[in-house]
Nanobody, 127 residues
């Protein structure tokens, strides 16, 4: 089974930075997986933040974070990162790592229907 474990959340002041990490196990790292970060606040739908293929292609970002957040991966560590800079209060949310099998890299986008595996989430609070 694929397992995703997030870490790195916390509380930070407006304008600050955080780096989230997601260690993935149980998936073949060189195969066609799409990795993504999502966030959700209570009472709202889960929002796609960023995505990347395990080959490091097709980086996609939500408009709300483009230019402030950066997704990356370290295949040697089976880890996906989300570097978050210039944090705003509206970035406060539970952040989830996700993985999904795609047969065409062009399908790798931060949309929930692409992803079948989810982590437990890590809370980010900006104040």
């Amino acid at each position: 089974d694929v397992q995703l474990v997030e870490s790195g959340g916390g509380s930070v002041q407006v304008g600050g930075s955080l780096t989230l990490s997601c260690v993935a196990s149980g998936l073949v790292w060189y195969s066609r997986y799409c990795m993504g970060w999502f966030r959700q606040v209570p009472g709202k739908e889960r929002e796609g933040v960023a995505s990347i293929t395990v080959a490091g292609e097709r980086l996609k970002y939500a408009d709300s974070v483009n230019g402030r957040f950066a997704i990356s991966l370290d295949s040697a560590k089976n880890t996906v990162y989300l570097q978050m800079d210039g944090l705003k209060t509206e970035d406060t949310a539970m952040y989830y790592c996700a993985a999904g099998r795609v047969y065409d890299p062009s399908a790798c986008t931060p949309v929930t229907t692409v992803f079948g595996y989810w982590g437990q989430g890590t809370q980010v609070t900006v104040s």
